[in-house]
C-alpha cells in the first residue's frame, strides 16, 4: 500500500530533551512538509522541502530542524529551543513542488513535553 | 505570503440540512484550491478540490465553487449526515497556508 507513514503516535520528552519525528512516503513524491496543529489554529508550516538536499523554512521554524537525505524521508528534530514544543505534528507529500497539487497526509504525531 | 481568511469558525446545522464554508485569498496567481477534511486524532485528507479554469465542481453531496474575481470559493454540503462532522480546512493555491478550519457540527 502507498501511502505516508508517522512514527510513534504519542511521544513524551522532558523539557530541555531534543526529539526526532520520523516522516516516511512511498509514493514517489518529490515535496515534503511538517506542519504544527494548535486548537484553534489550524495547520502552520514549519519546513517544506521541495526535492532531496534541499527544504526552505515556513513560517514557524525557529526552534526546528530537518533534513532530507533519501527522497523518502524527511525528519523533523525538535530542539529545545522551540518555546512551546507540546503540539500535534503533521508530515505531508506532495507529487509535485507546492502549490498546485493534492497533499497526502500522515497520521500524525502529538508530542507533549513536560 | 497569502493571506487566508475561513469562515465561520463553528457551524452547527440539523441533519439533512446543507452546509457552506467560505474561504478568502490574497493571492491572485492561486491557481488550485482544494478543500481538506480532518476527522479527530486523524491526519487532514482531500475531499474536493477545483482549478482555475472551473466556476464549480461536484461530487455526490459535495461541491465547491470558485469566484476568482472576489478571491473567494465555497465549500457545499447538501443532505449532511452524522458522518460530514469534522474540521475542514482551505488551502487556496494548494500550498503551504492553510485556512484556520471550520468544526461542522451535525446535530441529530
Known amino acids: 500500500d502507498g501511502g505516508i507513514t508517522q512514527s510513534p503516535k504519542y511521544l513524551f520528552r522532558k523539557e530541555g530533551q531534543n526529539v526526532t519525528l520520523s516522516c516516511e512516503q512511498n509514493?514517489?513524491?518529490?515535496?515534503m512538509y511538517w506542519y504544527r496543529q494548535d486548537p484553534g489554529q489550524g495547520l502552520r508550516l514549519i519546513y517544506y522541502s521541495q526535492i532531496v538536499n534541499d527544504f526552505q523554512k515556513g513560517d514557524i521554524a525557529e526552534g526546528y530542524s530537518v533534513s532530507r537525505e533519501k527522497k523518502e524521508s524527511f525528519p523533523l528534530t525538535v530542539t529545545s529551543a522551540q518555546k512551546n514544543p507540546t503540539a500535534f505534528y503533521l508530515c505531508a507529500s506532495s507529487i509535485g513542488p507546492q502549490g498546485e497539487d493534492e497533499q497526502y497526509f500522515g497520521p500524525g504525531t502529538r508530542l507533549t513535553v513536560t | 505570503g497569502e493571506n487566508v481568511e475561513q469562515h465561520p469558525s463553528t457551524l452547527s446545522v440539523q441533519e439533512g440540512d446543507s452546509a457552506v464554508i467560505k474561504c478568502t485569498y490574497s493571492d491572485s496567481a492561486s491557481n488550485y484550491f482544494p478543500w481538506y477534511k480532518q476527522e479527530l486524532g486523524k491526519g487532514p485528507q482531500l475531499i474536493i478540490d477545483i482549478r482555475s479554469n472551473v466556476g464549480e465542481k461536484k461530487d455526490q453531496r459535495i461541491a465547491v465553487t470558485l469566484n476568482k474575481t472576489a478571491k473567494h470559493f465555497s465549500l457545499h454540503i447538501t443532505e449532511t449526515q452524522p458522518e460530514d462532522s469534522a474540521v475542514y480546512f482551505c488551502a487556496p493555491g494548494g500550498g503551504l497556508t492553510f485556512g484556520k478550519g471550520t468544526h461542522l457540527i451535525i446535530q441529530p
Open positions: 509514493l514517489n513524491h518529490d515535496a
